[in-house]
């Protein structure tokens, strides 16, 4: 089925599902009250779990679209469900961190047991091996990233329509790498999430109706780092690690930068600031509707340097990644990212 069709019939189903999941928070109280938290945005209690209705529309479009499902997409569904029950519970009862990282580990047990993992890395130098094996390093490695990415989506989860937006423009840039890297079945599959991030936003965008919460945070973040797992295949089977950390590079520096943010001024890694981009945009004198725009522009700046950085030569795209990097770390020590903010 082409693509396009897939992407339109995920955003129906969620365009559809999103009232009906916005009803099922309101009659469990499942509701973010901004009162008591400085950190909070909105001023009036908003209903949580929007991200139940992205994961409906991507289960039922995936499943039922023509073919039978790869052992891979049957790992990553099921995986994406044990992440989406977790993130319901957090929502619902507000889990503690390691709570949260148990349902996150089994998720990514799903995947690994399926085959989705990461066993070979192109080579930074080229030459004669275009790929190394990392051997007994495959399985800790893909726990980090899955987890890793999870986590980073979560975090920029700040603003209306943030997350998912930033979301769905590193689904469309990993869905043109998954075109380039002929994977055809993965740009379906990502084909099928960004329709379903598509039909949710309208209700998420500023002024939002309905929250994705940890649900949908959690689970886009887990959708994306398994995905581009798949999707990122360069030469030889070989995982363009740079590809995807370009892709899904804005929540990646945001969340990186808070760590050490965090550790440099002697605080809990775990603790929350207003340090965070969107926080920094705000302080400027931004609306949220700009602050948000602003980010989808770095997001999708990022995502255009990804798709680059899949066309050229493995030693070349891990130069155009330092070099990225490098500015990027510039400018948040310029304007002060690595300062403590209460």
Known sequence: MNNLILALLAAIVSYLVTPLVKLVAKYFNIIDEPKGNSRKIHKNPIPLLGGLAIYIAFVLVTMFRPGSLEKSEKGIILGATIVLIGGILDDAKELRPWQKLIFQLLGTLCLLLNG???????????????FFNIGTFAIPFTIIWIIGITN?????????????????????????IAIIAERESVAALIAVLSGAIIGF??????????????????????????????????????????VPILAIGLPIYDTLFAMIRRKINGKPIMQADRGHLHHRLLDLGLTQKQAVLVMYLISACLGAISILAME??????????????????FLAWKYGFFRHKD
């Open 201 to 242: 936003l309208p209700y998420n965008f500023n002024p939002a109706s309905i929250f994705m919460g940890d649900t949908g945070a959690q689970l886009l973040g887990f959708l994306l780092a398994a995905i581009s797992i798949e999707g990122a295949i360069k030469s030889a089977a070989a995982f363009a690690i740079v």
């Open 312 to 329: 050229i030569s493995t030693p070349r795209s891990y130069f155009l990644l330092t070099v990225v990097v490098i500015i990027v770390v």
């Open 116 to 130: 989705v993992y990461i066993q070979n890395i192109t080579n930074p130098f080229g030459g004669s091996d275009s």
């Open 152 to 176: 980073a989506i979560n975090l920029i989860d700040g603003l209306d329509g943030l997350a998912a937006g930033v979301a769905l423009i590193s689904s469309i840039s990993i869905f043109f």
